[in-house]
């Protein structure tokens, strides 16, 4: 019925990594492709301002809260194999 929930930790992230992004292109539309500055309000700066906040945000999400999201390892069980047996027929 649809794929698994995720967890809201792991959302969290993905949105952090997403925002993050958006704000690095954002920023490099505002500082490469707008020229000039329209009642005082200079388009490069606010896009390298963008791009540096973007870039901190993602270095934030993957290196600092990527790793506290992930799940740990499987503990340590017992190995189950599974035996055909053979000779045996399946009941009719």
Do not use: N
């Amino acid at each position: 019925m649809g794929k698994p929930q995720e967890s809201t930790k792991e959302v969290e992230v993905e949105v952090g990594v997403g925002a993050s992004i958006f704000m690095i292109a954002l920023g490099a539309i505002l500082r490469f492709a707008l020229p000039g500055s329209v009642l005082g309000i200079h388009f490069g700066v606010i896009g390298v301002i963008l791009m540096v906040v973007g870039v901190l945000g993602l270095v934030v999400a993957l290196l600092i809260w990527g790793p506290r999201y992930r799940s740990p390892s499987a503990p340590d069980s017992d190995v189950v194999e599974d035996r055909r047996v053979y000779g045996r027929r399946p009941p009719y």
